[in-house]
């Protein structure tokens, strides 16, 4: 858990939080993670190769999230769960290459595309069932009072994907702390923050600049 | 035949072919002018520009080694160390990459600085009365990585937490004020009056 121990690494984010984030924290916080929690992947059952979600920070695999649990005095914390289903590509063409040499073997012809892609998904899902998925857990910590976010995580992917989850389940609006954010929280924008031409050795359009930004 | 005549017509159609039914030159971008392209996508992508003038200001307003802002009553004094990455949109070179304990402070990074490279990622010491922390900085998420804080003082699993917690929250701040600070100068009349100007003689020795 990066959060207790080791160096550290993490997105900043600063969060408009609704009103029932400081009048009623255990409840508010309880309902945001269930509504987001993590469901495990079923392999028998569905086509999903990959699910995400909310899970407590001491338990990874408890989505329990009682009223209270995660509070940490004016922090709630807890993870960001994704599971994932990879089969081995060395693998899947092992065994087709076994499907493909006894298909010839059997009718004393080469099978068709069809025949092999219609092989190589009945491999997929055969292989899918055998394969356990990895699990990787992030860390999330957010201030109820200030509306601080630190998502523990490097992959900017993964940073994305977790901070619409907390928008969407926490009824929040977050925005980066990077400079933009910054200004943007500061009130100020516009021309005043154009690209210094000087320092950048080239005059950047405002059209170009626009087109960027949009 | 149909199928051939089609296909040559589809061909052609798509410009692989010209009226002759030989292959046309394909006209291929110069392959600097793409990576030029994508470095300008970079530069203005999350306005990633700004960062990048924060962390060249940075750089430029620390080597002095004096306090540059107040954060709850105590100075806070940076210092670049090791690595840098300078990115940039014209010229040959659109990343450069310098190593060494004076490398960010060095005639060549500033020489490079003043053909167009700015100062894209950094790993900076940020002193905060008797706290230091260490961390790399983007230009443009300004992202915490590989951070070192100082170290705990309390022994209790519970209180380490709220006392990482708040080191984190901390470090946070001290960013925040250094980046406020950089937004006051930028967005003030004497940014590209005096500031620019000045930078520019520092970046030229």
């Not at chain 1, 693998?91 to 009718?107: I, N, S």
């Not at chain 1, 910054?182 to 320092?199: M, Q, R, V, Y």
């Not at chain 2, 706290?131 to 998420?141: I, K």
Request: hydrophobic share 40%; charged share 30%.
């Amino acid at each position: 858990m990066p959060l207790l121990a080791g160096t550290v690494t993490f997105a900043r984010f600063q969060a408009e939080l609704p009103k029932t984030a400081s009048t009623d924290t255990r409840r508010w916080l309880s309902r945001a993670l269930k509504q987001g929690a993590f469901q495990p992947l079923d392999p028998a059952a569905g086509a999903e190769d990959r699910s995400a979600g909310f899970v407590e920070l001491e338990d990874h695999d408890s989505t329990t999230f009682a009223a209270g649990a995660g509070l940490e005095g004016e922090y709630a914390l807890f993870g960001w769960r994704v599971d994932q289903i990879k089969i081995p590509a060395p693998q899947l063409k092992a065994e087709l290459g076994r499907w493909l040499a006894k298909f010839e073997q059997e009718h004393g012809r080469k099978a068709t595309r069809g025949e092999k892609a219609h092989a190589k998904d009945a491999i997929r899902g055969m292989l899918r069932q055998r394969t356990p998925p990895t699990s990787k857990v992030h860390d999330v910590s957010l201030s109820w009072k200030t509306g601080a976010v630190q998502v523990w995580a490097a992959s900017r992917g993964v940073v994305d994907e977790i901070s619409e989850a907390i928008e969407s389940a926490f009824e929040a609006s977050l925005s980066p702390r990077n400079l933009a954010g910054l200004a943007g929280a500061a009130g100020l924008e516009g021309k005043s923050l154009a690209p210094t031409g000087a320092l950048l050795g080239v005059e950047l359009s405002g059209a170009e600049v626009d087109r960027g930004e949009a | 035949m149909a199928r051939r005549e089609a296909r040559e017509e589809a061909a052609f159609l798509r410009g692989d072919v010209g009226v002759d039914g030989q292959a046309t030159d394909r006209e291929e971008r110069d392959e600097a002018e793409v990576e030029r392209g994508k470095a300008r996508e970079q530069l203005i992508r999350n306005r990633a520009w700004l960062g990048r003038e924060f962390l060249t200001w940075l750089l430029w307003r620390s080597e002095a080694g004096e306090p540059l802002v107040e954060l709850e009553g105590t100075g806070v004094t940076v210092l670049f160390i090791s690595k840098l990455l300078l990115r940039g949109v014209q010229g040959d070179v659109v990343e450069v990459a310098a190593r060494g304990a004076q490398a960010p402070y060095s005639a060549q990074v500033k020489h490079a600085l003043d053909e167009g490279l700015l100062v894209h990622q950094a790993r900076l010491r940020f002193s905060h009365g008797e706290r230091a922390y260490e961390a790399t900085l983007d230009a443009e998420f300004l992202d915490v990585r590989s951070a070192k804080l100082p170290e705990l003082l309390t022994e209790e699993e519970d209180d380490r937490l709220q006392e990482r917690l708040h080191l984190v929250e901390q470090l946070s701040a001290v960013v925040d004020a250094l980046a406020g600070d950089f937004l006051e100068v930028r967005a003030g009349r004497g940014w590209a009056k005096k500031t620019v100007p000045a930078l520019k003689a520092w970046m030229r020795g």
